[in-house]
């Protein structure tokens, strides 16, 4: 089959099936092998990994994951799909493709039928209202991960790899940063697309951290915290944490844990790093009033 990173190849296969992209998948599809190759090079595919593909489309990526990988599952929800995907990928014995909703597949189970329980790659170009939830999804619910090498939209891999002092600093950077190293690898404007998106996407990658990079005596509290910081962002943290609905928490109890982290009392969230609000919630969950208020 030809290669579909080259555009006159997949405008065939759109043609020859006489394809209707469907909006509310998100559907965008690759078309640039430059970019490809990057995705690869980034999700560092060899002949041993087993790879998770989700929303391959037509199967642009997916041809360049079989060359690499050593098996390749894509999971695509579009049943239209389907019929091109086997026609695509036909060349390939390393591939399976599953006609499904990835928020609805037990990728615990998949991870150890496919590689014995060991860590596994995952490689998307996803639409973008579902990138958050896939991506905390699989942290979350501990499945074994080497990285997650995903195209996003530009502005969301610039929010997942901010700092604090930095304006796209907020909840959704600490979250992946608890759990992941990430390092954008690559923007990509809206011509490598067909149909072209309306904003620029970028490839980041997520390697997952190995150990735990933080002690956190009870992670809800301490994603709860970080929440309601970045939802009074204009607020000291000792007032959004006040008014917070979710938290239960006086201001002079805030304020003490901050005054025994060295911390200025009228901080705000945005100042503070991971390991200082890990820190912070690890002090709020000892004190005596939180610990029988909040679990
Ligand atoms: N990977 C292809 C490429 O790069 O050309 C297609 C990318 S397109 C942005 C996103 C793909 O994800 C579409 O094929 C879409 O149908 C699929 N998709 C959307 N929601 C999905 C879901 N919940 N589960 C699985 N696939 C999904």
């Not at 579902?130 to 699989?138: A, H, K, R, S, V």
Request: proline share 5%; aromatic share 6%; charged share 25%.
């Amino acid at each position: 089959m030809a290669d579909l990173g080259k555009p006159q190849n997949t405008i065939a296969v759109l043609q020859k099936y006489n394809f209707n992209f469907q909006k509310k998948f998100g559907q965008n599809f690759l078309i640039d092998s430059r970019v490809l190759d990057k995705i690869i090079e980034a999700a560092t595919i060899t002949k041993e990994d087993f790879v998770l593909e989700i929303g391959p489309g037509i199967g642009t990526m997916t041809q360049y994951l079989c060359e690499n990988a050593r098996e390749v599952v894509a999971v695509e929800i579009d049943r239209n799909l389907i019929p091109i995907l086997k026609d695509t990928l036909k060349d390939y014995q390393n591939v399976e493709i599953w006609n499904e909703d990835i928020l609805k597949v037990d990728i615990n189970r998949l991870a150890q039928e496919k590689n014995q329980g060991r860590p596994i790659k995952v490689v998307a170009n996803l639409p973008y209202y579902i990138t958050t939830p896939i991506i905390m999804g699989l942290f979350e619910s501990h499945v074994p991960l080497e990285s997650i090498t995903i195209m996003v939209q530009k502005e969301v891999a610039e929010r997942m790899q901010a700092g604090p002092g930095i304006k796209d600093y907020g909840a959704l950077s600490l979250a992946v940063q608890y759990y992941a190293k990430p390092e954008i690898v690559a923007h990509v404007p809206p011509n490598c697309f067909i149909p072209r998106p309306k904003v620029g996407s970028a490839v980041i990658r997520l390697t997952r951290h190995r150990e735990k990079v933080l002690k956190v005596e009870n992670e809800n509290l301490m994603f709860r915290i970080i929440r309601a910081s970045f939802n009074q962002r204009r607020k000291t943290l000792v007032n959004g944490l006040n008014n917070a609905k979710e938290l239960n928490l006086k201001k002079e109890q805030t304020g003490k844990a901050l005054e025994q982290l060295g911390l200025n009392p009228s901080i705000r969230g945005e100042a503070l790093t991971l390991q200082q609000f890990a820190d912070l919630s690890n002090l709020l969950c000892e004190s005596d009033y939180s610990s029988n208020e909040i679990s």
